[in-house]
């Protein structure tokens, strides 16, 4: 039985290859991280800060809402140039390897390159974008 990337498989971790691409442990993980060579997922990572979760932010559901739907907006219609997007998705998890990170899955892997070799190094919400 093949258990690379499983949770079976006690050298590989699986939350990193097969599931999310980020793991809790970080640099501290007792397992490889092994980065798959291709994907028509790509990852933006912690580029979603939520105002929520600051302790004296004074925005209203709505105000918070319309913030959000106006991120998504953004990061949607930029990443659409690249081609066809099937999901997009932002993580609002409060574990510092989930915190923010957008993921977006392409139909195929030369659009989720594309939208890589374009956009890293790029600036969003003031900050470089670093696209995996």
């Avoid at 050298?11 to 007792?30: E, L, M, W």
């Avoid at 998890?93 to 392409?106: E, F, P, S």
């Amino acid at each position: 039985a093949n258990i690379f990337g499983t949770e079976q498989d006690r050298v590989n971790c699986s939350f990193y290859y097969k599931k999310i691409g980020a793991c809790r442990h970080g640099d501290r993980c007792s397992r490889k991280h092994i980065k798959p060579p291709f994907s028509q997922t790509i990852l933006l990572p912690n580029v979603y800060h939520n105002p929520a979760h600051d302790p004296v932010c004074k925005l209203t559901e709505k105000e918070l809402q319309e913030g959000f739907d106006a991120v998504y907006e953004d990061l949607y219609c930029e990443l659409a140039k690249f081609g066809h997007l099937l999901e997009l998705h932002v993580c609002d998890n409060v574990g510092d390897h989930l915190i923010g990170n957008v993921y977006a899955r392409y139909e195929w892997e030369t659009e989720a390159q594309a939208a890589v070799d374009s956009c890293n190094e790029r600036w969003y919400a003031g900050m470089a974008a670093t696209l995996r």
